[in-house]
């Protein structure tokens, strides 16, 4: 038996899609994601710092922080007059389906893996950080003060491969974050919006699991506000997919300068 | 649900206490220095291919020097430039592990090591009939007896590679100012690229006194239509940018800009074609440094565009479309 069984109450099987639904009406701001990421992967401290933005003194995702909870204090009018609320949540790597990063990667440092997630690999990583700028999310970073490589959310690869769910989700103590296969998430989470509505906060919906989010994430979100308001995009693109229609227009640019600068070398030049 | 109808106007989107929703990324002068340097080489090889077939005795040094230029810039400085610029140097050979078509970055690995053979193919044989390989004396010999056609023939598609992919590599990643011109950007690399090798060889004829009156009009003509072509390629990103044009004429990045125009397009175009080679090597100079100039602008306009969260959330705002 898998622990993933008892903790997850799923079995993790190389060929299905996992990823996290996180439902961010219940995140209680307690970071143990944050934590708990750290502890398993062994990513390191990067800086003490009072921000000033609320609670958040983590600041981004980036090469050291693979879990981030955002904290937005809000007073306006709500729901039921009331007039204050607090946004909390917690931020990872989108694991998206047209991977921008894997994409854009020229070693095939990164991968997808069996369970449908987007991995570097950190000993074939040479630091040339295009993935960098690739990512539509702002996930993906350069260590630049360590390694000088790549480095993300893994959606805790050795773990599923051991049969654990991964560090955040089992840390969660809301189920703000849940783990499981795609489809089995989406459906609870299809649901989970269904119920908040008919309780009236009608604000709730799903991002991240439209076409137009770098082909659909398997990592999303339940929020009850603009999706900016929690620093994300309201669409992704994967740059690869337009390469193409990049290259070909390059390459007529090039024949036609080209051909110019032939045109100029067999016009009969005694103009001199 | 959030609003599906109505887009705010760039700098009235809400945002997460005004930080970065992407990673702007690592790309400075090392980087710059190789979009210019190998850009150069690429146009420069072109030169001296086409010199070579299609000119004539008057436009020798046009193909020495662009040979010259194509093996320093290209199969030297460049893969310095870059290798240096990656976390870890000893591992650059990790691109050679995979060819992938939908990278750039992987695309560009292969064709610029494809470039550094023929350019140095190149420049070996022009070596060897210069006499600069007389001490090696068989190599000297079998470099004399090689053509240079079939090398080159080939070679300057490479070379036209060379000046053009860094457009496509640029312009395709998910910043916005970048992303915003993928159609162009390209053309827009390979006209200034044409233009900088241009004035590169123009100003090393005009260096070794080893110019002839034809061949320094041949490449002023070059030149001169390479940056019209730049700078109305320029003038179309910039309207085609809309509101994010911001990033480029106003903020930090604007006096690279503006002096890229000036240095790399407005004065060498008024200057038309000097007669004194002090004028030329000044015509030569200030080209060189507007096409470095531009580029610095584009990699550091798209830096501050992925800097500020209204840019990307402007940009991918599917509302707007």
């Known amino acids: ?272 | 649900m959030p609003n599906d109808h109505q887009p705010p106007t760039l700098g009235d989107y809400p945002t997460y206490y005004d930080k970065p929703a992407l990673k702007s990324g690592h790309w400075r002068w090392l980087i710059i220095g190789y979009f210019w340097a190998g850009g150069m080489a690429g146009g420069s090889y072109l030169l001296a291919m086409i010199a070579h077939l299609f000119g004539d005795e008057a436009d020798r040094p046009i193909a020495r020097w662009g040979r010259y230029i194509a093996v320093v810039m290209g199969a030297v400085v460049s893969p310095v430039l870059l290798i240096w610029d990656l976390g870890k140097p000893s591992r650059f050979y990790n691109m050679l592990r995979i060819f992938k078509p939908r990278s750039p970055m992987s695309v560009g690995t292969w064709g610029l090591l494809t470039f550094s053979f023929f350019s140095g193919m190149s420049a070996f044989l022009q070596a060897a009939r210069d006499g600069l390989l007389r001490p090696f004396g068989p190599l000297a010999r079998l470099g004399k007896t090689l053509p240079f056609i079939p090398f080159e023939s080939i070679g300057a598609f490479f070379g036209l590679f060379m000046s053009g992919y860094t457009g496509v590599l640029l312009s395709n990643a998910t910043v916005p100012l970048w992303a915003k011109s993928y159609k162009t950007k390209g053309a827009t690399f390979l006209s200034s690229a044409l233009a900088t090798a241009s004035a590169a060889i123009t100003l090393l004829m005009a260096l070794t006194d080893n110019e002839t009156p034809r061949a320094i009009r041949r490449l002023h003509h070059v030149q001169r239509g390479a940056m019209i072509v730049e700078g109305a390629l320029i003038a179309h990103e910039v309207h085609h940018l809309g509101p994010l044009r911001g990033y480029l004429l106003r903020g930090k990045v604007a006096p690279h800009f503006y002096s890229a125009l000036l240095c790399g397009l407005v004065l060498p175009l008024l200057m038309r074609s000097p007669r004194s080679r002090a004028g030329r090597i000044l015509k030569a100079l200030l080209t060189l440094v507007g096409g470095f100039l531009y580029r610095t602008s584009a990699v550091m306009g798209g830096h501050a565009s992925a800097e500020d969260p209204q840019a990307i959330f402007y940009h991918s705002d599917p509302r707007r479309d």
């Open chain 1, 1 to 272: 038996m898998q622990e993933a069984e008892l903790t997850a109450a799923t079995r993790i099987e190389a060929g299905r899609s996992y990823g996290f639904f996180t439902d961010t009406t219940v995140c209680i701001g307690c970071k143990a994601c944050e934590v708990a990421c750290k502890n398993w992967n062994g990513v390191g401290v990067d800086g003490l710092e009072w921000s000033g933005n609320s609670y958040d003194n983590t600041g981004d995702l980036g090469a050291q922080t693979w879990r981030h909870v955002a904290f937005v204090e809000q007073n306006k009018a709500l729901w039921h007059g009331q007039t204050q609320r607090w946004l909390m949540m917690s931020d990872v790597c989108k694991h998206c389906t047209r991977a921008g990063c894997f994409d854009a990667c020229p070693t095939g440092a990164i991968i997808r893996t069996e369970f449908d997630t987007i991995v570097v690999q950190s000993d074939v990583c040479n630091g040339c950080g295009y993935c960098v700028m690739a990512c539509p999310y702002g996930v993906i970073e350069l260590d630049l003060g360590g390694s000088g490589l790549a480095q993300k959310c893994t959606l805790c690869y050795d773990r599923l491969r051991g049969g654990l769910e991964p560090a955040c989700a089992k840390a969660c103590p809301t189920d703000s974050i849940q783990f499981g296969p795609l489809d089995a998430l989406v459906e609870r989470a299809v649901d989970r919006t269904v119920a908040l509505r008919h309780q009236g906060i009608e604000d709730a919906y799903l991002w991240g699991l439209d076409e137009h989010q770098a082909g659909g994430l398997n990592a999303f979100f339940l929020l009850v506000d603009e999706p900016e308001v929690y620093n994300l995009p309201r669409s992704g693109t994967d740059p690869a997919d337009f390469v193409a229609e990049s290259a070909w227009r390059t390459t007529v640019a090039a024949l036609l300068l080209g051909l110019f600068t032939i045109l100029n070398f067999l016009r009969a030049g005694h103009d001199a």
